[in-house]
């Protein structure tokens, strides 16, 4: 088990981290390997939890690039980046200082699942976020490529794995630590494609990682192939603006972070964004260069979630395709055709984009490109992101089949603070279904595995009107405190003064009641239906679209005034008012699924061999392949039967 590079070289540790606390021998608690979004975060969540910690990519000036789309947010993903903001985490705060266009997604629809989204400057982010990066105490960055784990002997109370302990550069060096984490995006082994020509890149001008890809492989890590796709960037000066619909930001902008009341550029000196659509002359260059792309078959459309505009012919022939045209930064001269990533030969992309309404004079600057790469299948990891078969290694983002910035910063978060929980002995932390997107999002790739790059949606949450946006510090910002250490003590402070005002304001809003009459002589412009002899609770009225914290205080200044001083908290109190109802039987729900979450399933269990449960075979290799810590995760197993489930649980119980 012990990697042939095993070796006490000493490294040549360059230290770019302003931390002046960090040790000069190379020993670190937790290495983080990749700078992207998954990485960030991992690096940055273990610091704050403490640990001493290391980020190893291949290029600090690559840190926080953002490899496709020039925005964050939208719907699903815009829960994630609230519930990464309230665990401390860092992309929601260095979007509100990179953000060149907000507009909430979904509004038509609850709050409960509205979609925060912007359009960020691609150039401001990644500076943002390297001047964050680099002055994060406790954390040391390293540009090197990692080719090697170094492994040893399994910890006592784990017999039979093996555990890592550092990794091994490519240029021979190494560098130990207690946990390592892989955020290795879509570099193992991957290969970009264009039209026939493939040539093995991670992403656009950066190097691939074959070595590491190597070592997971020979360490009987199941890995799959899976591809994602990018639009050509086109020249903005080119396109015909005049005759295509414009969408304006929202005014006021709706901030990612909790720490934030609004965002660094202004609502009014925001950049607008442009619709135009494909058309039968699109449809048509595809079908016929079907043979001159290797990216995209008749067979092989390529992932469902961020098709390339080949596969939405493929699959939906005959329809006009939206195309956003979205700016790419406060100074740039690009355009990204958000809808159009494309794999087909360059002079053919300029060929379908000029038939595009207002693109007839576009110039492409950079080609669209297609990109194939190693995923590890993420049955193979645990809810705390750790791997089944190496003590100590967590894989997070891309690598585990995902596919979003969103996505990759929510897993980040978890490896990063569970990495260091691990060196310090603690428990891990996990968040549930019932908690959080984060927790839905780990839980479906854990239980059920993926075989298409995964992206969150709301569809994919059972308990959306609990797990809003506007909530996640309520849900997740004090566990993250208390279980994790992640949280800084002021954020956490400001989160109980916000949950415990909540609290307070609900009561106060249940004990106001008044008649119906007396209600419509206070607020005349909603029409309150319920039988006269009954008294209305102010929170009920709440609940009327036309009635928000400040009518209601007009009506009855005492004691509602102080609850509209702060906006937020006003705004929220009509959100948790407009659910109060549902939310009642939905709480109930929670608490029967978190009784079946609680029952863990003995670490240990010999699914093949097991005698005292009885299981098929197909249920024993599921369950064997899967490990699923609970009954809850067991039950969510594909081909896990619910007798077998019924019989888990009578074995659960009797050893208990
Ligand atoms: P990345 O952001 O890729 O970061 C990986 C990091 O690891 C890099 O910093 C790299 O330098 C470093 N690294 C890798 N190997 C090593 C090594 N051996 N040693 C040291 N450092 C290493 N997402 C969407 O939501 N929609 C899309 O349409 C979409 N299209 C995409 C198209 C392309 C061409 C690409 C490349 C990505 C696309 N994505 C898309 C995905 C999005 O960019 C990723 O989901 C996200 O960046 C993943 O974050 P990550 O941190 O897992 O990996």
């Known amino acids: 088990w012990v990697a042939a590079s095993f070796t006490k070289q000493q490294f040549p540790l360059v230290r770019l981290s302003s931390d002046s606390a960090a040790p000069r021998t190379p020993h670190f608690d937790v290495i983080v390997i990749g700078g992207g979004h998954a990485g960030t975060e991992a690096a940055t969540a273990a610091a704050r939890c403490g640990s001493r910690t290391l980020l190893l990519t291949h290029r600090v000036d690559t840190i926080g690039q953002m490899s496709c789309n020039p925005s964050f947010g939208g ?48 150039k401001l982010y990644k500076q943002n976020m390297q001047k964050e990066i680099l002055n994060t105490p406790l954390l040391t960055v390293q540009e090197g490529a990692v080719e090697d784990l170094i492994l040893t002997e399994p910890e006592p109370e784990h017999t039979g794995k093996c555990r890592v302990s ?66 050509p960037r086109i020249a903005k000066d080119s396109i015909n603006f005049s005759i295509l619909n414009k969408q304006t930001p929202d005014n006021p902008s709706v901030p990612f972070s909790f720490t934030n009341e609004t965002v660094w550029i202004k609502p009014e000196d925001q950049l607008p964004c442009y619709l135009t659509y494909t058309n039968p002359r699109v449809d048509e260059i595809v079908l016929n260069n079907l043979h001159l792309n290797s990216h995209v078959k008749e067979t092989t459309r390529g992932p469902r979630y961020c098709p390339s505009i080949e596969s939405k012919v493929l699959r939906f022939p005959n329809r006009l395709h939206q195309v956003w045209l979205e700016p790419e930064g406060m100074d740039s001269d690009l355009i990204y ?37 190693d995923y590890l299948d993420p049955r193979q990891i645990t809810p705390s992101l750790e791997t089944h078969l190496v003590q100590r290694l967590f894989f997070a983002g891309q690598i585990n089949g995902t596919t979003g910035y969103e996505e990759a910063a929510a897993q980040g978060v978890i490896a990063g ?46 308990f959306r009107l609990s797990l809003r946006p506007d909530n996640a510090d309520i849900r997740l910002t004090l566990r993250g405190y208390k279980d994790a250490g992640c949280v800084s003590q002021q954020r956490y402070e400001g989160a109980c ?22 209600w419509k002589n206070l607020i005349p412009e909603v029409s309150i239906s319920t039988s006269r002899s009954l008294p209305v609770r102010a929170l009920d009225v709440l609940k009327y679209e036309e009635v928000d914290m400040d009518s209601l205080a007009k009506a009855v200044p005492e004691p509602l005034k102080k609850y509209t001083k702060c906006r937020e908290l006003a705004e929220r109190l009509k959100i948790e008012a407009t659910y109060e109802s549902v939310l009642f039987h939905q709480l109930q729900e929670i608490k029967g699924v978190q009784q079946d979450e609680a029952l863990q ?56």
């Open 75 to 122: 719907i699903g993903k815009g829960h994630l980046m609230r519930e990464v903001d309230a665990l401390d985490g860092l992309c929601s705060r260095i979007c509100d200082q990179s953000g060149v266009h907000y507009k909430v997604l979904n509004r038509r629809k609850g709050p409960a699942v509205w979609g925060l989204r912007a359009q960020i400057d691609r």
């Open 166 to 231: 550092g990794v091994v550069l490519v240029d021979g060096s190494t560098v130990y630590a207690e946990s390592v984490i892989l955020t290795t995006g879509t570099f193992l082994r991957g290969m970009i494609v264009i039209g026939l020509e493939m040539h093995p890149a991670g992403r656009l001008g950066d190097q691939p990682s074959i070595g590491l890809a190597q070592t997971l492989e020979k360490l009987g890590f199941v890995v799959g192939r899976l591809k994602t796709g990018t639009p």
């Open 337 to 373: 055709p958000q809808g159009l990533s494309m794999t087909l030969p360059t002079e053919l992309q300029e060929k379908m984009i000029t038939c595009i309404r207002g693109l007839e004079k576009a110039k492409v600057i950079q080609p669209g490109y297609g990109v194939q790469y």
């Open 417 to 462: 603070i569970n990495a260091s929980l691990r060196v310090s002995r603690k428990p891990p932390f996990v968040v549930s279904r019932t908690e959080g997107y984060i927790g839905v999002l780990i839980d479906d790739l854990t239980t059920l595995g993926t075989s298409e790059p995964y992206r969150m949606f709301t569809s994919r949450v059972e």
């Open 497 to 518: 003064w916000m949950k415990s005002s909540l609290e307070e304001g609900i009561s106060v809003l249940k004990s106001i009641e008044f008649s119906s009459s007396k």
């Open 601 to 656: 399933l003995p670490k240990d269990i010999d699914y093949l061999t097991i005698r005292d449960v009885s299981l098929s075979h197909e249920v024993r290799e599921k369950l064997h392949f899967s490990r699923p810590q609970t009954i809850g995760a067991a039950s969510r197993i594909p081909g896990v039967t619910p007798a077998a489930i019924i019989n888990l649980l009578r074995f659960v119980k009797t050893t208990q």
